[in-house]
């Protein structure tokens, strides 16, 4: 169990965040929707340990019960812009956090290649990534994400870049992925049909300053998830972030 205990960030004079607790089970997914500007990214940034100096952050991370520092190995991040290193290849990019947790660059690059293929990725390995599109980048920084096999996967937007039948397809490679290797994921999302689709748990969001305003279990199963189930989750979602929305 990650826990985050009054998170409090500011930004100058303005607050973020004041007093956020919420509580992350292993091996579910808690997607986060909630406005823009109402500090999602903030929240992952400060669990990856990358809050930017002009934020003032303060709060405890505990991890089953321990509190813990960030960064920390059981917490990998995907941020919202790529983040890849231009000068590195893609497959370089893809095994860069296997190779920062320990691991050969020839061990890493053996467990990141198979990937490329179900990532669509396949004879990208050795191009850069001013030379892909911005959706290919994107799923290879997912890719460089997942393969770190963290406890905790932190995703802001992971797949917004894509087009509808990619992400679709990244949706269901994670969902497949998860059944295999199950891991705590927090991901952020302005797709409402993704959050019905994919998390156990979704947390409504409201701004000035960011709180939870609402904190809903998902019944059906993950990846088994028809139109009659999401279509009602959507609504409500939608219905929640209107009422918040001026
Ligand atoms: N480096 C920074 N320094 C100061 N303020 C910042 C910084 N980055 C973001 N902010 C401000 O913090 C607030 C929260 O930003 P954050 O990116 O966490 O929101 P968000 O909910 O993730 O938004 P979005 O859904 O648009 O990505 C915004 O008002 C933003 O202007």
């Not at 089953?64 to 190995?73: E, F, K, N, V, Y």
């Not at 096999?149 to 994670?174: C, H, N, Y």
């Not at 709180?211 to 279509?231: N, S």
């Amino acid at each position: 169990m990650l826990e985050i205990r009054n998170l409090c960030i500011r930004a100058g004079k303005r607050t973020l965040l004041s007093g956020l607790n919420l509580g992350l089970q292993d091996n579910r997914i808690t997607a986060v929707i909630g406005p823009s500007g109402c500090g999602k990214t903030s929240i992952l940034r400060w669990l990856a340990g990358i809050a930017p100096p002009s934020m003032h952050s303060d709060g405890e991370l505990l991890l089953d019960g321990d509190a813990i520092a960030t960064p920390h190995p059981a917490l990998c991040y995907q941020p919202q812009n790529d983040a890849l290193f231009p000068w590195l290849t893609i497959i370089q990019n893809a095994s860069l956090g296997l190779e920062i947790s320990g691991k050969s660059r020839r061990e890493a690059k053996t467990l990141v290649a198979p990937l490329f293929q179900s990532f669509g990725l396949q004879g990208c390995e050795n191009m850069f990534p001013s030379q892909l599109s911005g959706g290919m980048r994107q799923r290879a920084a997912f890719l460089r994400t997942v393969v770190q096999d963290g406890r905790f996967i932190l995703l802001d937007e992971p797949f917004s870049a894509l087009d509808a039948v990619t992400r679709l397809r990244m949706q269901k490679w994670l969902l497949a992925r998860l059944q295999d290797r199950p891991r705590g994921v927090l991901l952020i999302t302005h797709d409402l049909n993704e959050a019905a689709y994919m998390a156990d748990r979704i947390i409504v969001m409201s701004s000035s300053p960011g709180r939870i305003i609402a904190d809903l279990p998902v019944d059906h199963m993950r990846g088994q998830r028809g139109e009659t189930a999401l279509a009602p989750m959507r609504d409500k979602l939608k219905s929640l972030l209107l009422e918040e929305t001026p």
